[in-house]
């Protein structure tokens, strides 16, 4: 890490981490050291609205940080996920940076190793007036699990290295000099959040209530529903504090408790605003950011089954929250999550279902709440033929279909779909010929169809 050219702060937080490992900690929060929390324990976003006035003078004091170190690759992207096409021919950085102008609050990058120099080589094409301030996460070495030894990996010393999660957020903000240029310009507050996640949007109500309570740190978070077992939750320690734990945290024998959703009823948005002035206090206090760690079990090259397995030492942003004396979280609408992390989720947004404003905020189609849809639609697209972009496109590249009158839809098989189609209710398309289907231009589908 050194000869990497790593800061100190990094290294001693790597090196807190590796010796949780020797010792054999394995970062496992147990349901019996934690508590659930209760709506009463919480701030619902619906009761803030009379904190917008404050939140509106807050601005000037204010920034957007964005996530962007995400690859996609779970979709088969090879570059940054923010360049991905999302809606209206705009990708997810364009639509942020108009966000950042209507708003007029600075916008800050925060980029990984593998997306750094894509991102840059995009903002260059699209020139914006104000060009977004960028910085760097860091990264930690692999370890292999069989010596607790540096991956060796010769024919790509990149893959000996792991980005450690956005809980770097903290560390990559200080030694890059980015938190103290922010404080130098008279910011205070900073709104954080995932670059794939449009429902995420700067908030007068919420920056106001944040705001004039002198919050240190505040987690959005949701009620869960059956689609979100899988997603980390809040939960309480015994001395009051609030705590994230996340699935790779969960004892593999509790699980079942983890995804009880009437036992833990809040996820994490990823949607997270923080003092700027607090975080420096805390790291020049304790001199570095223990987060919880989260010890992820992979194989070096995560293309080769084969290549040597290896422990990636990650932290996740939200679990700040127990670091911070008077932290909070707030109950907001599911419309403020939105992530897209697989093709399911793409074609849901890229659909009728949501609209962009005038003011470039992605919201649900006031159509589809006129008619009591649910906000969220069940998609399952067959991951043989639409798992990939360029397998969606493919199949989509005449223009998704109408769904903001659709409930569900399934597909199961390869179906390929022409222009101008509406799909209503439930719906599922199972095509079992060896051949490709076809939904022609103009169809309307309110019943399951077998090929």
Known sequence: MQNAGLPSLVIDTFSYYYDQVVTGETGLVYDRDIKPVESGDIEDFNHLKKYGAAGKRAFNH?????????????MGLTGPKSLLKVKHGKSFLEIILARAQKYDVPLVLMNSFN????????????????????????????????????????????????PPGHGDIYTALYTSGVLQALLNMGIR??????????????????????????????????????????????????????LLREAAQCP????????????????????IWLNLRSLQDLIEKEKTVHLTMILNPKTLDP???????????????????SLFEGATAVKVPRSRFFPVKKCNDLLTVRSDCFVLTDDEQLIINPARIKNNRAELINIKLDPK???KIDWFDERFKQGVPSLVDCDSLTIEGDVFFEKNVTIKGSVILKNTNKTSAVIKEGSVIADSVSF
């Open 385 to 387: 033929y639409y798992g």
């Open 115 to 162: 997306t750094h120099k894509a991102t840059e080589a995009a903002l260059r094409a699209l020139n914006p007036s104000r060009p977004p301030l960028l910085f760097l996460q860091h990264k930690f070495p692999k370890i292999l699990r069989d010596t607790l030894a540096p991956a060796y990996w010769p024919q790509d010393r990149a893959m000996e290295w792991n």
């Open 303 to 321: 293309r080769d089954d084969g290549s040597p397995k290896v422990y990636q030492i990650e932290s996740a942003m939200g679990a700040a929250i």
């Open 62 to 74: 204010a920034v957007r940080i964005v996530l962007n170190g995400g690859l996609g690759t779970s």
């Open 252 to 271: 593999q024998n509790e699980l079942g408790a983890f995804q009880d959703i009437q036992r833990y009823r809040f996820f994490n948005t990823n949607n």
């Open 189 to 242: 507050y900073a709104f954080i959040s995932n670059s794939d996640n449009l429902g995420a949007a700067m908030d007068a109500a919420l920056l106001g209530y944040f705001s004039e309570n002198d919050y240190p740190f505040m987690m959005e978070v949701a009620e869960k529903t059956p689609a979100d077992v899988k997603g980390g939750h809040l939960a309480k320690l015994p001395n009051g504090r609030l």
